[in-house]
């Protein structure tokens, strides 16, 4: 039996959490005394229940996310309700994104005896220690409230990292996520890195040691390795080191390797592209944030704008790459209309695939992810809210219900236009050739197969393939 027990669940079963890792490499002497146990939020509740209730840890620690902070809540009411009938209940710390900027008031924190907000490597070993040996209160009687800690950012060149963590399931069935940086230098004000309290913008790993570290789960044998880095590009020296020494290692290697980064699309000076040119085939992905379009609301939205630039990046990766693109588009920003959307939507896949020209292929290396705006407790864009009536939903993961510039009802039609799109087009269903803007078509055809199917999940593949070869059939496509 472990003291201490790490568990969070995660959006699906191959997204292993490196949070809980570090954390555990880092409780230093507690380090052989803590258990990590994972779940997947499609999990039956039964099966996340009984390892916890099996386990009897003295402090369970859980990381939070917006994606999974329901799921922990359902969760902690079960199993407050099992620990009713035990002499003692474990102490419950909770820390991550999502309750670092949340109220104090939020339900969650009914059932948590102290919550770490910020980075937890330092102030969750600390604390451990101060309840393990009895120097740190705890709190049993709820409904009081918890202690909150305010931690600071630790210095990333005296953690240690949770890569040894990783198991030889993980490496071999599951992504493998990494971090060379943490933090972004700009303010786009619906993500939580545009909160800088006077903080450090970005701060690196020590180079050398991360490298040792990549080197060591190569030879482990991973397959996908997913960086974390927002900002990937941001210092081009230390980008190109990264990415020679995943050249040379897919160069040895005789079975595949991936690895998956996020850029910024303005800056893509020559030997970057040099570099991505030299990728062979499904060994990169890239996930390109370009969000909007519309020049005016990414200013009011403090968000760095250069659409000729950015599009001209895309065709560059497109043309010259073999990278796997994935760019993002977020519907229901301040200001912005359908019809500011669709036009954005359509540069971009004019950008991507040449649309106007081609059919859209099965081997098309792209894909655009349409996401709906979220109000993140503690986002600025918050102070948009009133002068251009936001409204949104109190639940995680917070998405916004109308605007002054979008009704409910378009963006409702955004939000089934997206699970079409990613079920249709992303993952190649069919192919299909366009006469018409592609946002104005594919709406017309994810209205109808809504219609048609009366939901937008659960659909058999070959019926959905059916009714979209007939769709296109009786317009002419």
């Known amino acids: ?58 402090i369970l620690g859980i990381s939070v996310s917006i994606w999974n902070h329901a799921a922990v809540v359902e969760l902690l009411a079960e199993l407050k309700k099992a620990w009713a009938a035990q002499t003692e209940k474990p102490v419950v710390i909770l820390g991550g994104p999502e309750v670092s900027h949340l109220p104090p008031e939020a339900d969650i924190f009914r059932y948590a005896d102290y919550v770490i907000r910020g980075e937890g490597e330092a102030a969750f070993k600390t604390l451990c220690e101060n309840v393990l040996t009895g120097t740190q209160k705890t709190r049993h009687k709820m409904p009081k409230p918890p202690q909150f800690i305010d931690s600071e950012p630790v210095k990333l060149d005296e953690i240690k990292s949770g890569y040894h963590l990783y198991t030889g399931e993980d490496l071999a069935k599951k992504l493998i996520y990494v971090e060379a940086s943490r ?52 210092n081009i020296k ?40 030299r990728f062979p085939p499904e060994t990169l992905r890239l996930e390109i944030g370009i969000q909007t379009l519309n020049p005016e609301i990414a200013a009011r939205i403090g968000r760095p704008s250069d659409p000729e630039k950015e599009l001209e990046t895309l065709r560059f990766l497109r043309e010259r790459t073999n990278a796997v693109i994935h760019a993002d588009l977020i519907a229901g920003l301040p200001g912005e209309d ?72 378009d963006l409702q039609r955004i939000k089934n236009f997206a699970r079409f799109w990613e079920l249709v087009v992303n993952r190649r269903l069919v192919k299909f050739t366009e006469n018409k803007p592609v946002f104005e078509n594919f709406m017309a055809l994810s209205d109808s197969l809504l219609a048609h199917f009366g939901q937008n999940w659960g659909i058999d593949k070959y019926e959905l393939r059916e009714a979209v070869k007939i769709f296109f059939n009786n317009e002419g496509a």
């Open 1 to 58: 039996m472990k003291s201490i027990v790490l568990t969070t669940i995660n959006a699906k079963w191959i997204h292993p959490s490196l949070a809980l890792r570090l954390l555990k490499a880092n409780l230093g002497h507690l380090e052989e005394a803590c258990e990590i146990i994972e779940f997947a939020l499609r999990q039956p509740l039964g099966e996340k229940l009984q390892p916890l209730i099996a386990a009897r840890p003295q």
């Open 183 to 234: 933090g972004c230098p700009f303010n786009c004000e619906f993500c939580l890195s545009a909160i800088k309290d006077g903080q450090v913008v970005v701060r690196e790993f020590p180079l050398e040691p991360f490298l040792a570290e990549m080197d060591a789960l190569v030879r482990r044998k991973v397959k996908t390795f997913k960086f974390l880095d927002r900002t990937f590009n941001l």
């Open 238 to 277: 230390r980008a190109l080191r990264i990415m020679e020494f995943f050249l040379e290692k897919i160069a040895e290697n005789k079975e595949p390797l991936m690895v998956h980064f996020e850029m910024v699309p303005s800056l893509f000076p020559d030997e970057l592209r040099d570099t991505l040119s």
């Open 338 to 409: 359908i019809d500011s959307f669709g036009r954005g939507f359509d540069r971009l896949w004019l950008a991507l695939s040449e649309a106007d020209k081609t059919p859209v292929a099965e081997h098309l290396r792209a894909e655009i992810q349409l996401g709906i705006l979220k109000l993140l407790p503690g986002a600025p864009i918050s102070r948009h809210s009133e002068s251009f009536s936001m409204r949104y939903n109190p639940l995680p993961p917070y998405e916004v219900l109308e605007t002054a510039a979008m009704s409910s009802g």
